[in-house]
């Protein structure tokens, strides 16, 4: 049908946003993206907001807030379900020819959406992340383990992680449903990422410190998260056990002669008792340590295998963008010419 070739329609942004508990930091970040999103008359967009669970007002105010504008969206959790299963949820909901994902702390500078939505178009690229060149006003312990982190990761990880490259970016759909299609249940997004391609461009900004409220990731939940990002991506680990064994064999092959031939020269006097007590240790040691982390591989598949749903939805509030409803016109469309 003719009638719909030629027809320009603007592209939509979908701007998903987990929170939990932000009570203080919404009000802020929704003045600070509708500034920004005022600017770009040239886009149609959807603020999709991911409530996961939040015990707070941050529910409330939402609900408030689809009344006062309706390019906002809501979806609520049936508890707190973790920032990951909050960004598929997003994901899946969300309509847009193009999706960024944000904190609503405003860590991630708002400012940033025109340019990367810039260089997806002059560069003809699937994403434009916000990547942070500096670590200033975070916790020094917090900073020191982080890049210990990426180190580990990298040397054991499959795919690379940088540090400063993190959730905030902007993505073409095609690249969102290959990340849809990754439906594992122990999700780490940066892995994912990295995991489905696609060229993805930079954009550097310096770190800021979250503008209201508290952060959510205490300093065990971070350690959980790092151990789930090696462990979602590496499979290394399991090798260090082979190896480690190997390493052990020709050990005691060596020392097995050597005690061999010191009983035959000089006769077998009882010495030696701690050197023994020592390796004995240590096996037993390597031992334990090697069947926990088969542990954490096998908890891990235990999980995956329950193929329990990442969320559950609570409630949703809100109107999609009336430019899904002439996509799927277009999609019928161009179907139908297809035919
Ligand atoms: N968040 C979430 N669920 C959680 C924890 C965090 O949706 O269980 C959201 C939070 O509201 C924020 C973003 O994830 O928008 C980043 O959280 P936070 O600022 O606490 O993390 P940090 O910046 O300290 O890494
Ligand atoms: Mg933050």
């Known amino acids: 049908m003719f009638i719909m070739e030629g027809v320009k329609r603007m592209d939509c942004i979908s701007i998903v946003v987990p929170c939990f508990n932000e009570e203080e930091a919404l009000p802020l970040f929704y003045e600070r993206i509708s500034a920004v999103l005022s600017e770009m008359p040239q886009i149609d967009y959807e603020l999709l907001f991911v409530d996961d669970g939040s015990s707070d007002e941050t529910l409330p105010l939402l609900q408030a807030l689809i009344h006062a504008d309706d390019q906002v969206r809501y979806l609520s959790f049936s508890r707190n379900f973790g920032k990951e299963a909050a960004m598929y949820a997003g994901f899946s909901e969300a309509v847009g020819d193009y999706i960024v994902v944000m904190d609503i702390d405003l860590q991630h500078p708002p400012e940033l959406l025109p340019k990367m939505y810039q260089m997806l178009k002059a560069?003809?690229?699937?994403?434009?992340?916000?990547?942070?060149?500096?670590?200033?006003?975070?916790?020094?312990?917090?900073?020191?383990?982080?890049?210990?982190?990426?180190?580990?990761?990298?040397?054991?990880?499959?795919?690379?992680?940088?540090?400063?490259?993190?959730?905030?970016?902007?993505?073409?759909?095609?690249?969102?449903?290959?990340?849809?299609?990754?439906?594992?249940?122990?999700?780490?997004?940066?892995?994912?990422?990295?995991?489905?391609?696609?060229?993805?461009?930079?954009?550097?900004?310096?770190?800021?410190?979250?503008?209201?409220?508290?952060?959510?990731?205490?300093?065990?939940?971070?350690?959980?998260y790092a151990v789930d990002g090696i462990f979602s991506f590496s499979a290394v680990p399991l090798v260090l056990a082979s190896y480690c064994g190997l390493l052990f064999c020709i050990f005691s092959f060596i020392m097995g002669i050597y005690i061999a031939g010191k009983t035959i020269l000089f006769g077998n006097s009882v010495s030696g008792w701690t050197t023994l007590v020592c390796i004995l240790l240590l096996g037993f040691g390597l031992q334990m340590l090697f069947i926990g982390l088969l542990g954490q591989y096998v908890a891990k598949n235990y999980m995956e295998s329950k193929h329990r749903p990442l969320y559950f939805f609570k409630e949703s509030g809100g109107m999609k963008p009336k430019i899904e409803k002439d996509k799927r016109q277009l999609d019928r469309k161009s179907h139908v010419r297809s035919l």
């Open 123 to 224: 560069e003809n690229v699937d994403c434009v992340g916000g990547k942070r060149v500096s670590r200033t006003g975070e916790k020094k312990l917090r900073s020191l383990l982080s890049r210990a982190f990426y180190r580990v990761a990298n040397i054991l990880s499959t795919v690379s992680m940088k540090d400063g490259e993190g959730d905030f970016r902007m993505m073409s759909r095609r690249m969102v449903e290959a990340i849809l299609s990754v439906k594992e249940y122990n999700r780490y997004s940066k892995g994912i990422f990295q995991f489905v391609g696609f060229e993805t461009r930079w954009i550097e900004y310096e770190n800021v410190p979250r503008v209201a409220g508290q952060t959510k990731w205490s300093f065990l939940s971070l350690l959980r």
